[in-house]
């Protein structure tokens, strides 16, 4: 399996990097973080996930530097938190989790403060339960007693909420945080003054109300819902922690001298001898040298059966060894081995954004300040309407209830939670998204565009026939044949050995005179015997004729677009094999599948129309394209696309890759060569057509979920606002109460994340 890491250069003038932001707390803080990014000389293009709370930044190393940037983010009221250069994802990702953890602790303490206290004073709010006290010590005692329950709750509970929006207001920016400070802080200073100066607001014909158990219960229930994203947010990238979590923190290394020794997964060096026992992790990529085993690769591809390894085959760290023992020379460490590269790939995809965030980003740019206006004019509409004696009480708890109900967290979150699940859940079934905007690409295609060889078919050949003449034992041929072509290096005859040794049961004689003629086949001398191994024409120089029955089962292969090689022993014919490159076990019913899914399947390849049209036959394509040459291939797609078809190509060589770049959508097996890996938008580690169902079917269901997201999350702000603002008050006289506002606010954040964690149980 090979693998291809994603560049971190973009080109030799420009640099990526990526920064861990602290301090957002909606979407609106990522947009200014990002407009702040943009804006710095040198930076070509900066994007801000909140989500994730990262930003990718591509700059020009030359015109500015990590401290610019840096700068930048703090310019913007936020803060950059550091990296150790040399820890490793693992641990980079364990740290980040504890960091997660104590802050989940330090805003659960002060919920639980606020809760208390908002509990204490809505009790306390109720005179008709409170007679006595009342009676002692006077209503407004009673709201000295209000004001010093509700302190704590701002000014400790709080207390980021009015110091973020400070920041806010100093870098001329309005966010979350801003609308939460000015809602809660109009109504505690309104509840102030009226505890402090009841008599003015009485003589101004205005009752002295308080507002204490709204402010308190806003902020209550706004950490409320804070808690439960951050712990939703923390399940979002389940999938990136078990596969940081895979990795072997230990190696038994293999001394010169024999010793075997444990040693730390840092301490292991390219060409190192490592051993392997059974039921162990492999530590790290490389080769197998000596012994034999059954390795679970499920981590990499999603397929839960284990694949037999011996000498020559790759394994790759963080696999499981099942069966039995072997030593592996180590060839990649550290930051180069598969799953490194796995996780680079998974992190940049859930860093990136998809297209369709491009209206929620517009609408969040200016959705806060937009509010502020709209919370203003609803104050002064009701304040100029209401009736003397009601009309503060009422447009200021309009004014409230709109700053809260307002707040665009879900907005923020609509889409990169989903992609986040999305492109994790493909990770864990091998499917691997380069980037969001592939995922939203792969979602339209309309039409699936296969290549033949190694995509629907192994791309090596395989023995599909095999016929001896009338009285010659097939498994003594069997074993002459394997002696002869074991010295040969021909596919074909890798293919035939393969045969030979799953079926024979006579010992392997041995090989004396063996002489390989190019392009015919190969002769030697097995056991006294004269043995012959080739095509028709490598026959007739040996002169050795062809009897009539093998003759008529030549040409019934041939006619198939089979290759036909025949053996001849003592100048006698006796045998004859037919080679095709087989068509994976996996293909006709995943191709079912994707036809199933309304998606019309052709195949092109560049072998002759015999091969394309049995091929296709076998598999159930209706439309297949045969002698296609790889500039033919990109031609193809392009015809595809002027009939006004949205093409998915699915790929694996070299020849693939014009066609695999001009497609919307492109699918690379990971078995594939480089080549192919880099111009493909999905890597697929699976090598059979399964994963291409599974890449389709979750482009479409993560599509699906972030349209449901946006809905809920444009249609709370369009029904939420105008019924905050008072607008079924005259008629109906229903009126929303701040506190349930933020109930609301609090419950759409968590609906959009729950329905963003729907996706950790698709199905495909």
């Known amino acids: 399996m090979r693998w291809s890491p994603m560049p971190s250069v973009i080109s030799p003038a420009t640099q990526t990097t990526t920064l861990d932001i602290e301090g957002m707390s909606c979407a609106a803080c990522a947009a200014a973080v990002e407009k702040s990014l943009s804006r710095t000389p040198g930076v070509q293009a900066a994007r801000v996930n909140y989500a994730t709370e990262k930003a990718s930044v591509t700059y020009a190393p030359s015109q500015t530097s990590p401290a610019d940037l840096r700068a930048a983010v703090e310019n913007a009221g936020y803060a950059v938190a550091a990296r150790a250069p040399d820890i490793s994802p693992a641990d980079r990702q364990a740290a980040i989790d504890r ?102 607001f009485e003589q101004h014909g205005v009752p002295p109300e308080v507002y204490y158990d709204t402010t308190a219960t806003i902020i209550a229930l706004i950490l409320l819902g804070k808690l439960l994203e951050l712990r939703a947010k923390t399940r979002t990238s389940a999938a990136m922690r078990a596969l940081l979590s895979l990795q072997a923190r230990t190696a038994r290394l293999v001394r010169p001298d024999g010793q075997e020794t444990d040693v730390p997964i840092e301490a292991v060096l390219p060409g190192d001898l490592v051993a392997v026992r059974p039921g162990e992790k492999i530590a790290t ?46 060839h990649k460490v550290g930051a180069d081995t598969l799953l490194a590269q796995i996780v680079r790939l998974v992190e940049d995809a859930q860093g990136s954004r998809a297209p369709i965030q491009r209206l929620a980003d517009k609408v969040s740019a200016v959705f806060v300040p937009t509010v502020v206006i709209i919370a203003i004019l609803t104050f002064v509409l009701w304040f100029d309407l209401s009736p003397v004696a009601t009309r503060l009480p009422l447009a200021l708890v309009s004014f409230v209830a709109v700053l809260i109900i307002a707040c665009p967290c879900a907005l923020g979150l609509a889409t990169p939670t989903a992609i986040m699940v999305g492109t994790g859940k493909g990770a864990e079934h091998g499917v691997l998204f380069r980037s969001a905007e592939a995922l939203e690409r792969t979602y339209k295609a309309d039409t699936i565009l296969l290549d033949k060889t190694g995509t629907i078919t192994r791309g090596e050949p395989a023995v599909t026939d095999f016929s001896t003449a009338a009285g010659y034992p097939a498994a003594e041929l069997l074993a002459l044949v394997a002696a002869v072509e074991r010295q040969s290096e021909h596919p074909l005859a890798e293919a035939i050995v393969r045969y030979a040794a799953a079926r024979q049961g006579a010992p392997v004689p041995a090989v004396t005179e063996f002489r390989a003629v190019p392009g015919q086949g190969a002769l030697a001398r097995v056991a006294s015997q004269a043995v012959v191994i080739g095509n028709r024409q490598l026959l007739a120089t040996a002169a050795i004729v062809l009897p009539a029955e093998l003759a008529q089962q030549a040409e019934e292969l041939l006619a198939q677009a089979k290759t036909v090689l025949y053996v001849a022993v003592a100048g006698r014919a006796v045998a004859l094999f037919g080679l095709a490159d087989t068509v994976r076990d996996t293909s006709a019913a995943a191709i079912r599948h994707l036809q199933q899914l309304g998606l019309e399947v052709i195949m092109m390849t560049g072998d002759n129309p015999q091969t394309a049209a049995r091929v296709a036959a076998q598999v159930g394509i209706r439309r297949y394209v045969a002698e296609v040459m790889p500039a033919g291939k990109a031609a193809l797609v392009k015809q595809l696309q002027a009939e006004g078809r949205t093409v998915a190509m699915v790929g694996d060589g070299i020849n693939d890759a014009p066609a695999l770049a001009q497609a919307d959508s492109s699918l690379a097996m990971g078995t594939g060569t480089d080549v192919a890996i880099e111009a493909a938008g999905i890597t697929l580690m699976r090598n059979d057509l399964q994963s291409v169902v599974t890449a389709i079917s979750l ?66």
Not at 183 to 194: E, M, N, W
């Open 699 to 764: 482009s479409r269901q993560t599509m699906r979920t972030i349209r449901q997201n946006l809905f809920f999350a444009f249609i709370y702000n369009l029904l939420g606002i105008p019924v905050a603002a008072g607008l079924l008050y005259p008629v109906f006289g229903v009126r929303l109460s701040p506190m349930l506002a933020a109930g609301a606010m609090a419950l759409s954040s968590v609906s959009v994340l729950t329905n963003s964690l729907r996706l950790r149980r698709a199905r495909f």
């Open 99 to 200: 960091q997660k953890a104590a802050d989940y602790q330090a805003l659960r303490q002060r919920f639980g403060v606020a809760a208390a206290l908002a509990l204490s004073i809505m009790t306390l709010s109720m005179p008709m339960l409170w007679p006595a006290l009342l009676h002692a010590a006077g209503l407004y005692s009673v709201n000295y007693i209000l004001l010093m329950l509700t302190c704590p709750v701002l000014f400790y509970s709080g207390r980021e909420f009015y110091v973020s929006a400070w920041q806010s207001f100093r870098h001329r920016s309005a966010t979350m945080d801003t609308l939460v400070a000015v809602g809660t802080g109009a109504a505690f200073l309104y509840s102030v003054a009226a505890t402090i100066l009841p008599g003015f």
């Open 285 to 330: 990529d490389g080769v197998v040298e000596t012994g034999r085993s059954a390795v679970d690769e499920a981590m990499l591809t999603g397929e839960s059966l284990p694949v037999e390894k011996q000498p020559g085959d790759a394994v790759f760290g963080a696999t499981l060894n099942k069966a039995g023992a072997f030593r592996f020379r180590v």
